[in-house]
């Protein structure tokens, strides 16, 4: 089982758009991502967001490429400051492959606490739009097995 970890793309500043809504920069970032993806070959069952705009507008982007057709989902929990454990927990008992779409700190917190069992450690750099995908093994252990960030997408797609 794969879990793709997505921090939301770009997103207007809150004097903008109190809602921080994607900016045109994170549309264009996300969905260079998507298509890389999707070129890719990667293919997930359920796409979940923390119900923030930015992070709703991203999870439709991706889910659009990788899993056209699914209800996407929203799950609490996933909001910057949440708890991780939660959310580690309920991923322990999760079969199909899933992407989470949400924000930071959360996300390095769950990416640290799912492949070292230690939240507090910093092992992945997000940036907006950044997808790191880990791989459950036999032995319920996570490790990490890429990452990728808009930088490399849109270099694909220029």
Known sequence: MRIYLV???DALAKDIDP???LSEKGRADVTAVAHLLARSGIVVARVVHSGKPRAAQTADIL???LAPGIA???MDGLAPNDPVEPVASALSTTAADIMLVGH???MGKLAARLVTGN???SMAAFVPGT???LEAGD???FSIVWMMGPALARRDTD
Do not use: K, M, Y
């Open 7 to 9: 921090q939301h793309g």
């Open 19 to 21: 809602a921080r809504s």
């Open 63 to 65: 889910a659009a490429h």
């Open 72 to 74: 996407i989902e929203t």
């Open 104 to 106: 930071l700190p959360f």
């Open 119 to 121: 939240e507090n450690l």
């Open 131 to 133: 997808v790191l995908c």
């Open 139 to 141: 032995d319920g252990d």
